[in-house]
């Protein structure tokens, strides 16, 4: 079988079994979960509130994302070489993710329901539906994401049959930059939506009004449900399916530089498509790994999670070092100066695929209420919010120092096998298990929602106590997934930057720290990572401003809503989040997508290496202390609502809300959006690379 053949045969495979999972968690029905047809008609009547509210918001996105791809595609079309083809890559890219996205939503509005009326059924079978609805997007997205690289290279191979497979490579990189400039928008706006409610509904039901988290007389709770789905399911997975294109893109366009070879030279397919087909071995990996996981109890949900990630990793290990033998073979090449054979990519493979696993389990020590730093934020809370923050803050600051660790490990090893062919290897082997981490994510938003509806159904305490159970290790999985994007996306960076550097023809001695213009850019880029933070989470308090008025006017204006008797307005709260989140998103993305533009054609490629080096250092170690110290706050207040300190209503549980609330839009906002600035700079700089060495910086000359 030819290796074109067998990575289309994976990807297609993954797409099957993400149509196989929507089939079963489809055929769920909900009223067999419903205790009466009143209980029917209110779940029903809940998620369909939560689908419309989903579906707008994307409707509406997508179509301000239309106008901006197709000018950004215009831009491509007139300053890259090869503009028309590039620009088409660009343009499929960004489809892909828009489906991608959309698919994912589907998928969590439908399963959200399901999963609460199979709660009544059983644990067990609540945990399956959530799950499934979670491998739909894990499996969906791998599979666009692969088939989708495989068709537009074989479009431009067909195309210019004459051209390298360099520049092949180079133009397929503008379909990992279409679907990174989605994830932005995606990732941002989402954040916007989800926190703006979350913290409008949290401030003033819980804190302000004193009544329970997801209670229907509160009017931001819909839109707090939707914004589950927008920020962690939409925003989440065109985030991992950027990190997916933009490091094979990367490894495509080193590999290619490195080992020269022309289109009719086909013996040679194996060594420039392995990138390809490395994301689809792990497909296969991932499918191995969902026969073990099993929730027969309460106590062990998260653990089943866990080991579909760790089991994915083995076989996933496994299976690296015969499939690496079969594509290189006795092959070698050489990039720089380092001599590239099959043992050194498998090693470079490896250790990226065992540094995610231990990032991932890094972040679950300092986010889950099972280990010592959540409880001794949660102990701060006794005296205090002032306290429950300095705590929150210090862990992670903290936290943020063993993933960097492991990132430069992993540099450093992949570097010493591969030279920088290796570093895209180590990123394109962190993703290697991404359709299972992918699908640990999703699960979390969808049985978070299931508790919700669970709430607002009125389904009752035993209901609740189970849906509580699902979404507690959710929580936990997902800051093991925001902790696995985070050192993804640095490696991704990392090696974008370095394909940047070989396609601009950058050599080491022109990157001298003494070099004012390397200095410069070393300098700014450290300072785009706060500008962009900033930017994104005063959007987050504009919104939620809009929101937290929006809720008490309906308290104090509309008769018998406290008491129940009447019916909150959700449909006004869920479009100030939507309209919000639409109008704050513009400008942090136009800052990540001018600034590599600015200073490439206005100061060089020198400079540009420097800000892309500075905003990667700076941004990874914020991304990665704001991510968990937002996922402490929660978990310590979750913690506190066990009974511990008080329990719920207590002093020092309100000072927890309000750390949870300040770190609603560090951990869903501005720390996973850090991922997209990394990565979208680094990929735009690869794009124009040719245009900005060509310019030599006209402020410079």
Not at 375 to 383: M, Q
Not at 629 to 645: C, L, Q, R
Not at 669 to 678: D, R, V
Request: charge should be neutral.
């Amino acid at each position: 079988m030819s290796i074109i053949a067998l990575i289309l045969g994976l990807g297609v495979l993954a797409l099957i079994v993400a149509v196989v999972f929507r089939q079963r968690v489809i055929a769920v029905k909900v009223e067999d979960g419903a205790a009466s047809p009143e209980e029917l008609s209110r779940l029903t009547e809940i998620s369909s509130a939560i689908a419309e509210g989903a579906m707008a918001f994307l409707s509406r996105e997508y179509r301000v994302l239309g106008i901006f791809m197709a000018l950004f595609a215009v831009l491509i079309f007139f300053t890259v070489d090869h503009g028309a083809h590039t620009a088409v890559a660009f343009i499929c890219g960004a489809a892909t993710s828009v489906a991608a996205g959309y698919i994912g939503m589907k998928i969590a509005t439908v399963g959200n329901v399901r999963t609460a009326s199979a709660a009544r059924v059983s644990l067990q079978k609540s945990f399956s539906v959530a799950f499934e609805s979670g491998a739909v997007m894990g499996f969906g997205l791998t599979g666009l994401a692969v088939v989708g690289l495989i068709l537009v290279w074989l479009g431009i191979d067909a195309l210019l049959p004459g051209v390298s497979r360099e520049i092949q490579m180079e133009i397929l990189s503008g379909f990992g930059l279409g679907g990174s400039a989605v994830a932005l928008f995606g990732r941002v706006g989402g954040g916007i939506y989800t926190k703006a409610a979350d913290v409008g509904a949290d401030l003033v039901g819980k804190v302000e009004a004193g009544i329970p988290e997801d209670d229907p007389r509160n009017p931001a709770v819909i839109a707090d449900n939707v914004g589950d789905n927008v920020g962690d399911i939409a925003g989440m997975g065109a985030d991992l399916f950027g990190s997916v294109a933009e490091s094979t893109c990367a490894a495509l366009v080193i590999g290619a530089a490195s080992y020269a070879v022309m289109p009719a030279e086909s013996a040679n397919l194996n060594v420039v498509l392995f990138p390809m087909l490395v994301n689809g071995v792990g497909i296969v990996a991932s499918i191995l790994a969902l026969p073990f996981v099993r929730a027969t109890s309460e106590e062990k949900v998260e653990a089943a999670l866990k080991n579909a990630l760790i089991l994915s990793t083995v076989f996933m290990l496994a299976a690296l070092y015969p499939i690496t033998n079969w594509a290189f073979g006795s092959t070698t090449f050489m990039v720089g100066t380092v001599s590239v054979y099959a043992m050194g990519v498998f090693t470079a493979l490896a250790v990226g695929l065992v540094a995610g696993l231990l990032i991932g389990l890094v972040t679950e020590f300092y986010t889950s209420h099972r280990y010592k730093p959540v409880r001794e934020v949660a102990d701060a809370s006794k005296t205090g919010s002032a306290t429950n923050i300095i705590y929150g803050l210090a862990l992670g600051y903290n936290s943020a120092v063993i993933p960097m660790l492991l990132i430069a490990i992993s540099v450093v090893v992949g570097y010493s096998f591969a030279g920088m062919y290796g570093i895209a290897l180590t990123a394109i082997g962190m993703l290697g298990t991404i359709a299972v981490g992918l699908t640990i994510d999703a699960y979390g938003p969808t049985s978070d929602n299931a508790g919700g509806i669970a709430e607002m159904a009125e389904m009752g305490k035993d209901i609740r106590k189970r849906t509580d159970a699902l979404d507690a290790a959710g929580n936990t999985t997902a800051a093991i997934g925001k902790g696995f994007a985070i050192g993804s996306a640095a490696l991704t960076s990392l090696a974008l930057t370095s394909a940047f550097l070989t396609r601009a023809k950058v050599e080491g001695t022109d990157l001298a720290i003494t070099d004012p213009n390397v200095l410069a850019g070393l300098l700014v880029g450290g300072a785009l990572p706060f500008a962009f933070s900033a930017m994104t989470m005063k959007s987050v308090g504009k919104a939620a401003f809009a929101m937290i008025e929006e809720v008490r006017r309906q308290f104090r204006t509309i008769p018998g809503l406290m008491e129940g008797k009447a019916k909150a307005d959700y449909a006004k709260c869920v479009d100030i989040s939507t309209a919000a989140s639409i109008r704050e998103m513009i400008a942090p993305g136009l800052l990540v997508i001018l600034a590599p533009l600015v200073v490439g054609f206005l100061f060089g490629v020198q400079m540009l290496a420097g800000l892309l080096i500075g905003s990667l250092v700076v941004g990874v170690m914020l991304a990665i202390s704001m991510a968990n110290s937002g996922g402490a706050w929660d978990n310590a207040k979750k913690y506190i609502e066990t009974g511990v300190h008080g329990g719920k209503g207590s002093d020092t549980h309100k000072a927890a809300v309000v750390g949870d609330t300040v770190g609603d839009p560090f951990k869903d906002t501005s720390g996973p959006a850090l991922n997209i600035l990394i990565k979208l700079m680094a990929i735009i700089s690869l794009v124009f690379a040719g245009a900005f060495a060509q310019s030599g910086g006209i402020l410079l000359r």
